[in-house]
């Protein structure tokens, strides 16, 4: 006895035999479809308020250019002007995008031919991965727990979850690659007991999905990893492994045909793409794990130096996830159940590949780990509910603390509407004052609303190297910016043109937002 509840085996069993009723049955179809309802609100509302930025034209425009052109690629970026690799060139990058993997942009393309190019739809197609996401993951914990509860509220803290909202109404491939990498899980587990070779074939083919929609979808193979470990490892034999190879053969056989039509292009872009740091933490594993938490969850997520105020109490949200990790994975009470045992293992699992295997510390992968946290968060939080007394409100007290704190952070953002503040209003800007011939540089994203053939060219070094000399430059805070300050150190003779471009040879003329507007001076006095 504990708090005044049974805990024992049967106990449990009856308490889950309570919780299959058709009563109960009728309250998780409408439970479901209010988180689904939430979910779709919250995502939509940021796909239609955020601010577009770069890297969304990088992941968008080669499939615009698929069904434009017929070739597949990043038309609005100047060779040389790529803001991470300054003084690298990416030849043909115009006509063959090689520094991004293919299968999102294929998607896109496909999306783009049904339905038109534009931002929202770009990040509609995200929204649906998202939802895909969340079955996936409900089904993950309702196969280990065998508890619906437990599974709707594993659902229910993550359509609330910032990085996961964040990711479904984003441009980047990265909720295309995490709902392949829970797809391939969750397959797994659905098809396990009863037919092996085609868990393996099926989890493997959303796998090999996962790494060509972005190379960090290879996360979720060591989780695949790991549940066949610890479910088949007597099963397993060697004929599963040429199972296993034959999605990879086909996507990366497809992929590797698409290399061959201009290798060179591909070993520069994408070799130049992957050398940016990314592997840093296998060098130095203790700074690894360091930066994993003071920049990745602290830094650019939820803590960041310019939050104030109440924006400081979200903090609380990895603290918490990580203190549901490390009571299911190593708390006693909690460690006896499989499915927190599991989960707890694979959040472990997860976090240690991303501090030493992803050295960017780049937020926006936090998709693929914050929905394993919030399964933890689940189980901890319907255990414990379960054990009743003091127990059951710290963790009714938990969740709702997820709730309010994520809902607020989102519904804080939508309000803000930086979509109309710093984009719409500069694209509009630009419109009233350009010529038919006007060269605009700026990110990528202009293209959305200037187009991406011709009036736009993302290139950070603003003509240092190409020459061209730019009409209008619009300086946003979330790329080129921040391309500007590090400029400053990487780049000397770079960052210079560049400030004698923007101060001397143009004149600041408009601001929106975050966003601000340069105009050529030469332009100004011909008016």
Not at 347 to 355: E, H, K, L, R
Request: net charge positive; with cysteine; glycine share 10%.
């Amino acid at each position: 006895m504990r708090g005044g509840t049974n805990d024992s085996p049967p106990a449990m069993m009856e308490r889950r035999q309570d919780e299959s009723r058709p009563l109960y049955r009728r309250a998780y179809s409408w439970i479901g479809a209010v988180a689904l309802c939430v979910y779709l609100a919250l995502a939509c509302g940021t796909a239609l308020t955020k601010r577009p930025w770069c890297d969304e034209a990088c992941f968008a425009n080669p499939g615009v250019d698929l069904i434009t052109r017929g070739s597949f690629g990043y038309t609005a970026m100047d060779p040389t002007g790529y803001s991470i690799l300054i003084g690298w060139v990416f030849p043909r990058v115009q006509t063959h995008a090689y520094f991004i993997m293919p299968f999102d942009p294929l998607l896109q393309a496909g999306w783009f031919k049904l339905f038109g190019v534009g931002v929202f739809t770009m990040r509609s197609l995200h929204i649906l991965f998202g939802m895909a996401a969340l079955f996936c993951w409900g089904f993950l914990v309702l196969r280990l727990s065998g508890s619906p509860p437990a599974a709707l509220l594993a659902i229910a803290l993550m359509v609330v979850d910032r990085s996961f909202v964040f990711a479904a109404a984003d441009g980047r491939p990265d909720m295309t690659s995490a709902a392949f990498g829970v797809a391939a899980l969750a397959v797994y587990l659905g098809f396990r007991e009863s037919r092996l070779g085609l868990a393996i074939f099926l989890a493997n083919a959303c796998l090999a999905a996962a790494v060509l929609s972005h190379p960090i979808g290879g996360v979720s193979a060591f989780g695949l990893l790991y549940l066949a470990i610890h479910f088949d490892r007597s099963r397993l034999a060697w004929r599963h492994i040429l199972v296993a190879a034959v999605p990879y053969v086909v996507g990366f056989g497809l992929w590797g045909w698409y290399i061959s039509l201009d290798p060179e292009a591909f070993q520069k872009q994408f070799l130049a793409n992957a050398s940016t740091g990314r592997f840093g933490g296998l060098s130095a594993p203790l700074l690894g794990f360091w930066h994993e938490v003071t920049i990745r969850y602290m830094a650019r997520s939820y803590l960041p130096a310019s939050a104030a105020g109440w924006k400081k109490l979200t903090v609380l949200i990895p603290v918490l996830y990580g203190l549901a990790a490390l009571i299911c994975g190593f708390m006693p009470t909690l460690r006896k159940h499989e499915a927190a045992r599991i989960l707890g293992r694979l959040a472990v699992i997860y976090f240690v590949v991303f501090s030493l295997l992803e050295g960017t510390k780049a937020d926006f992968y936090l998709v693929h780990m914050t929905p394993l946290l919030c399964c933890c968060a689940a189980i901890w939080i319907h255990s414990w509910w379960l054990t009743g007394g003091v127990r059951r409100f710290t963790g009714a007290a938990v969740a709702l603390l997820l709730v309010v704190f994520q809902i607020g952070w989102n519904v804080y953002s939508i309000r803000g509407n930086p979509y109309r503040q710093s984009y719409t209003a500069i694209t509009t800007y630009i419109k009233q004052h350009a010529g038919p011939h006007t060269l605009v540089m700026g990110g990528g994203e202009l293209g959305f609303d200037l187009g991406f053939y011709g009036p736009v060219l993302e290139d950070a070094t603003l003509g240092y190297y190409s020459g061209r000399q730019p009409d209008f430059v619009v300086v946003d805070d979330k790329c080129y910016r921040q391309t500007l300050y590090e400029l400053e150190g990487k780049a000397p003779d770079v960052y210079r043109h560049v400030m004698k471009v923007l101060n001397q040879d143009c004149e600041k003329v408009f601001t929106s937002g975050t966003s601000d507007v340069y105009a050529r001076r030469s332009l100004l006095l011909s008016r």
